[in-house]
């Protein structure tokens, strides 16, 4: 990181878990006279620029929101080129993850992935569960409102079927059936593309989230703009709705 000297960073306020919305590939591609395409495809360098200057960096956790449940209404031709695409990335960076100690997780509703799409997910999500210095949590065919049905949904059977009481139910045996179970909350969002919205992610887990936007189009954010908004987030006091700057929130009840 010696690149970016106007970017010191303290190495003791790093975020534990940072959470992106890659958003703007299309209009990347639009501005430049290009097919729509073309950005989904120069946004795979800002992946793995982001995802290794993470590494680097010693964060933990990063999450991806690749492909939302609202993307399935995109034209057929986009999404295909979309899942071909996620195929591709998952093929050729497993080996990646592997030699960086890097574990891959998915998050959303995988089951209406292509068939390819979900083996070549399962195989490497298989492959690196071993790895320890960081987890990447890719976010795909995801909605937050959807997580939370789902979670409300397994919380119910559990009452119907006698495993649990009502009484019994708080804001962390709803954290623990989400598809982030065990994962600590963001702390910080990142948003490209200058869009000011959340876009239906992670709507339990944004609650005391540190919120970065950008106008920065995705396949242009690399090193230095991630470092910028690490920046950003380390001058801000985060106080979790107390006037303690020590203050914490609760920690996250691991599954």
Known sequence: MNDFPDLSLDPER????????????????????????????????????????????????????AFSSENWQRPSSEVRFLMQLL????????????????RLIALGDCSRLPAQVQKALRETVECTAGNRAMTVALAVSYSGRQEIVRAARRLAAEVASGGMRPEDIDEFAVASRLDTAGLPDPDLLIRTSGELRIS????????????????????????????????????????????????????RVAN
Do not use: C
């Open 14 to 65: 790093m975020p534990r878990h940072v959470a992106i919305v890659m958003d703007g590939n299309g209009r990347w591609a639009t501005r430049r006279g290009l097919a729509r395409l073309e950005g989904h495809r120069r946004g795979k360098d800002s992946v793995r620029a982001v995802v290794d200057a993470a590494r680097e960096l010693g964060i933990p956790y990063l999450t991806l929101f």
């Open 87 to 102: 195929h591709r990335y998952l093929i050729t960076e497993t080996k990646r993850m592997m030699k960086r100690d890097i």
């Open 200 to 251: 239906n992610f992670f709507l339990f887990q944004l609650s005391y989230t540190e919120l970065y936007f950008t106008e920065t189009l995705w396949p242009d954010f690399r090193e230095r703009e991630f470092l910028a908004a690490l920046s950003a987030y380390q001058r801000r006091e985060r106080r979790f709705g107390s006037v303690d700057t020590a203050a914490r929130p609760p920690l």
